[in-house]
């Protein structure tokens, strides 16, 4: 019984690898380890352009249906992190965002992409802006593969409610982390 358990668990990891090493991916060819000048916020005290960078995505899993992608700061100092951009009901042929595409204004998005409130109070991008001292705070950009045609939300979503569906809908979700500090 011990032979087959093991053998099954082996198995079990091996088929978890194969999925892996094909996985989904996303990269920028905007950002790497640190954030740049670009992606810094426009205000409380920062003063950089607050463009939302470049991002793709590929391998994407079978049933995916729509995308959603999310900034967050795990680090600041709230006691619940911060929302610096989530951008959902990405159809499911695209797979990259222009630079300044987290811009509402810009028209850079999706045609039926929503972009819902950030923790700056208001829908769209928001870059980096660290309190003054703090060491490098990460900013983790996911993108997500949803299993559903739409989450049924509109940019007035908080980014809690907006998480939950997210990771409720999820088949696979594919993540870069770049730094910044000030």
């Known amino acids: 019984m011990k032979k ?4 099954v668990v082996f198995a079990w990891l091996l088929a978890g690898k194969v999925v892996f090493a094909e996985g989904f ?11 740049s000048e670009a992606q810094v916020f426009s205000g409380f005290g920062c003063s950089g ?18 995308f959603a992608v999310t900034v967050y700061d795990p680090d600041a100092p709230t006691g619940s992190g911060w929302w610096h951009w989530l951008i959902f009901n990405i ?9 300044g595409a987290g811009n509402i204004k ?11 409130v950030t923790s ?3 829908a769209g991008f928001g870059g980096a802006c660290p309190p003054q ?27 809690a409610l907006v998480g939950f569906m997210l990771n409720r ?10 730094y910044y500090g000030r």
């Open 133 to 159: 001292g703090d060491s490098a705070h990460r900013y983790l950009f996911t993108v997500y593969a949803l299993k559903i045609d739409k989450l049924d939300l509109d940019s007035s979503a908080m980014p």
């Open 4 to 7: 087959f358990v093991f053998a």
């Open 169 to 178: 809908n999820a088949l696979a979700k594919a993540s870069l982390i770049a």
């Open 25 to 35: 991916t996303l990269s920028s060819d905007d950002i790497g380890g640190q954030l």
């Open 106 to 116: 810009s028209g850079l998005a999706p045609k039926g992409a929503v972009q819902s």
């Open 49 to 66: 352009k607050n463009i939302s960078p470049q991002l793709k995505w590929e391998n994407a899993p079978e049933g995916t249906k729509t």
């Open 120 to 122: 700056f109070g208001v």
């Open 91 to 99: 159809p499911q042929n695209v797979t990259s965002l222009k630079a």
